[in-house]
C-alpha cells in the first residue's frame, strides 16, 4: 500500500472548523453494497470531493484526509473498493487487501464512483454542483478515469498515479487520454521507481494532445507516497502539492 497504518494527512486541522462526519454504506447500480466516510461543512461551497484510496481501501488516512476537506467547505467522501468481496464491515490492520486488490475492475470502481457522485449530489450529501475526485497510487491512476466515466466531473486530481497500461495490458490514462472529459491534475515524485518520469511526460504530452486541460507536477527528488506526515523532509513538496489540489479545486468548481 501506499502509506503505514500510522501514516496521516501532512495537514493541519483547522481548529474550531465545524464539520460532522458519518460512516455510510452506499449502493452502486450493479447492487454492490461498499463502505464509505462522509464528512461535512458546517458552510458548504456546494463542492464535493470523492476520494479513491490506494490499494489498502478505505482506512484512517483517508478519513482524516475527507475531514482536511471538510474543514476547508467541502464535502468529501472517501470510499472503500471491496464491498463486491469482503464487505462493508471495518476491518482490522491485518487485512490482507492485494487478494481484494487483484478481484476489483475498472467497470465496477466506476459504478461505485458513480454512487458517491450521486450521494453528494443529493441533499444527504450536500446538493453539490461541482465534484471532483482526488485519489492517491491505485486511486490516482482510478481518479483520472473517472473523467472518462460519464460523471460529468468539474475536475480530477491524482497523487502518484500510474498513467501507462497496466499489468494486464490494459489501457491506462495516457492511452485514453482522448476520452477524458475534465481537467486532470497529476502530482507525482521524481523518484518514484514504479513510476519514471518518462511516463508521467508521455501522459502531460497525451493530454496536451488530446486537448485536456492539464497541470502535472512532478517533485524531483520525491519518492512514491511523498504526501505523508511522516516524510518531513517533503514537507514543502506536500504543502505545495495540497495548495495545489486546492486551488484547482477552487478553480474549477466554481458554481454559479
Not at 59 to 80: S, T
Not at 167 to 195: F, K, W
Not at 196 to 212: I, T, W
Request: charged share 20%; net charge negative.
Amino acid at each position: 500500500m501506499c502509506f503505514d497504518l500510522d501514516s496521516a494527512p501532512p495537514i493541519p486541522p483547522i481548529s474550531g472548523a465545524a464539520v460532522s462526519h458519518s460512516d455510510l454504506v452506499l449502493e452502486a447500480a450493479d447492487g454492490n453494497r461498499f463502505a464509505a466516510f462522509a464528512s461535512s461543512p458546517a458552510e458548504a461551497k456546494g463542492v464535493g470531493v470523492v476520494v479513491l484510496p490506494d490499494v489498502r481501501g478505505l482506512y484512517r488516512f483517508y478519513e482524516e484526509l475527507a475531514l482536511r476537506f471538510a474543514e476547508r467547505g467541502y464535502a468529501a467522501l472517501a470510499i472503500d473498493y471491496f464491498g463486491r468481496t469482503a464487505g462493508v464491515e471495518k476491518r482490522g490492520d491485518d487485512f490482507e487487501y492485494m487478494p481484494h486488490v487483484e478481484q476489483t475492475t475498472k467497470g465496477g470502481i466506476q459504478h461505485d464512483v458513480a454512487a458517491a457522485v450521486a450521494h453528494l449530489r443529493s441533499p444527504q450529501g450536500g446538493s453539490c454542483a461541482a465534484i471532483f475526485t482526488v485519489g492517491f497510487c491505485f486511486g490516482g491512476r482510478h481518479s483520472w478515469l473517472s473523467a472518462a466515466g460519464g460523471h460529468d466531473l468539474a475536475g480530477t486530481v491524482g497523487f502518484y498515479g500510474r498513467p501507462g497500461p497496466g499489468s494486464d495490458g490494459s489501457p491506462g490514462p495516457t492511452q485514453r487520454a482522448g476520452e477524458l472529459r475534465a481537467p486532470i491534475l497529476a502530482l507525482m515524485g521524481g523518484a518514484d521507481p514504479g513510476i519514471p518520469v518518462e511516463d508521467v511526460k508521455a501522459f502531460e504530452e497525451a493530454l496536451s494532445a488530446a486537448g485536456v486541460e492539464n497541470d502535472v507536477v512532478v517533485y524531483p527528488g520525491a519518492p512514491h507516497s511523498f504526501f505523508d506526515r511522516k516524510h518531513e523532509e517533503f514537507a514543502a513538496e506536500s504543502e505545495d502539492a495540497w495548495n495545489r489540489a486546492l486551488a484547482f479545486l477552487e478553480r474549477h468548481g466554481s458554481v454559479a
